[in-house]
């Protein structure tokens, strides 16, 4: 049994049970989540409540979910480092649906928008890039 904080709700409370599994590698990325029911049974919750908490933890970007295949803690990329020229200007938003498609950007991943001092625009998807400013006295590569 569970119990949300005050002012909180079980689906959350429930979220972040599961969302420390995965955290601490006790669910490692692959691996599914246990099922609805066991969910409902071990925590004496609802199937929507168990649904809502699967459905903040994939707008998080921490489990994908499959019709008729459960939930999966997602594989998380490696990062790359990102090193925008000088000058450029870098802006952090939600990916519209033509770009998560283009980008192949799972839902609830942010992106980079970089818009280099020519003019030139690009989006690198959060989940896979990291951003990284040169020290002191370096030049971008």
Request: a neutral charge; glycine letters at 8%.
């Amino acid at each position: 049994m569970i119990t949300p904080q005050p002012g909180g709700s079980l689906y959350r409370a429930l979220a972040g049970l599961l969302r420390k599994e995965i955290v601490t590698g006790r669910l490692k990325p692959g691996q599914r989540l246990p099922s609805e029911r066991t969910l409902m049974q071990e925590h004496g919750v609802s199937r929507e409540t168990v649904r809502r908490a699967t459905a903040l933890l994939r707008a998080e970007s921490l489990v994908v979910v499959r019709q008729g295949h459960g939930a999966r803690v997602r594989e998380q990329p490696e990062l790359e480092d990102l090193v925008p020229p000088a000058g450029a200007t870098v802006t952090a938003r939600v990916p519209s649906e033509q770009e998560r498609l283009e980008y192949d950007i799972p839902e609830g991943v942010a992106a980079f928008w970089v818009v280099s001092p020519d003019g030139t625009a690009e989006l690198f998807p959060a989940d896979r890039w990291r951003l990284r400013w040169p020290a002191s006295g370096d030049t971008p590569e």
